[in-house]
Nanobody, 115 residues
Framework: QVQLVESGGGLVQPGGSLRLSCVAS?????????MGWFRQAPGNQRELVAA???????NYADSVKGRFTISRDNAKKTVYLQANSLKPEDTAVYYC??????WGWGQGTRVTVSS
């Protein structure tokens, strides 16, 4: 069973940056999946903010386009999210999963953007 472990969150001031990481341990098929970063703010539904295909093509939600960059390292079974120019509205718990949520959810990593 695949276990997703997210890390890298924290408290950052507006305009700051964070790099989130997610390891898909025990996965034997990581490289074939389109992977995504999702986030869930208090009172909101979980939303997909970035995705990267097995071939490296990327897509972003309009709210993060130009500020966030998703990447992956298939050898390490890891997907990354570089989040720059952070805004208070980026505050949420961030999760990774396949784009279609094929695996169970991890605990996420909390990002708080506040002065």
């Amino acid at each position: 069973q695949v276990q997703l472990v997210e890390s890298g969150g924290g408290l950052v001031q507006p305009g700051g940056s964070l790099r989130l990481s997610c390891v898909a341990s025990r996965s034997t098929t990581f490289s074939v999946y389109t992977m995504g970063w999702f986030r869930q703010a208090p009172g909101n539904q979980r939303e997909l903010v970035a995705a990267i295909s097995s071939g490296g093509s990327t897509n972003y939600a309009d709210s993060v386009k130009g500020r966030f960059t998703i990447s992956r390292d298939n050898a390490k079974k890891t997907v990354y999210l570089q989040a720059n120019s952070l805004k208070p509205e980026d505050t949420a718990v961030y999760y990774c999963n396949t784009k279609n949520s094929n695996w169970g959810w991890g605990q996420g990593t909390r990002v708080t953007v506040s002065s």
